[in-house]
């Protein structure tokens, strides 16, 4: 059995301390969801209603601290392939590789003059 002041789980058949309160673990079972439910109903509901869906009301609010002191990046692969925008960064390899990809040998020469080359991608890269 569970006791409320020890904080430990007790034999059941045990008769020593029997001034203390006993909680049958099939009744925390029931009562501690409950217990939850009326914690969360103690939150305060004002701070919700503080906000409207436009972006003046928005920009009132204050950042949280590991929000605003927070390093994060993103890392922007963009390269000569982005050009003609087929297949993968790999796409140098699929057309001029070991073992060609025929819709990008295709692709390249109904899209740009013969003659192109990798290096040609770069004046279009913006």
């Not at 569970?2 to 034999?11: K, N």
């Not at 209603?49 to 928005?58: K, Q, R």
């Not at 390093?71 to 796409?91: D, N, Q, T």
Request: proline letters at 8%.
């Amino acid at each position: 059995m569970f006791t409320s002041d020890s904080l430990h789980f007790r034999d059941p058949q045990s008769t020593t301390d029997s001034k203390t309160p006993n909680i049958h673990l099939s009744e925390f079972s029931t009562t501690g969801p409950m217990l939850l439910l009326f914690l969360l109903l103690l939150l305060p509901i004002s701070s919700i209603a503080d906000y409207t869906p436009d972006w003046p009301s928005l920009d009132k609010r204050s950042l949280p601290s590991w929000y605003d002191e927070s390093k994060f990046g993103i890392f922007c692969h963009w390269g000569l392939y982005s050009v003609p925008a087929i297949r993968s960064e790999w796409m140098w390899w699929y057309w001029k590789g070991d073992q060609p990809d025929a819709n990008v040998v295709k692709f390249v020469e109904k899209n740009y003059k013969p003659g192109t080359t990798y290096a040609d991608f770069a004046k279009d890269v913006s």
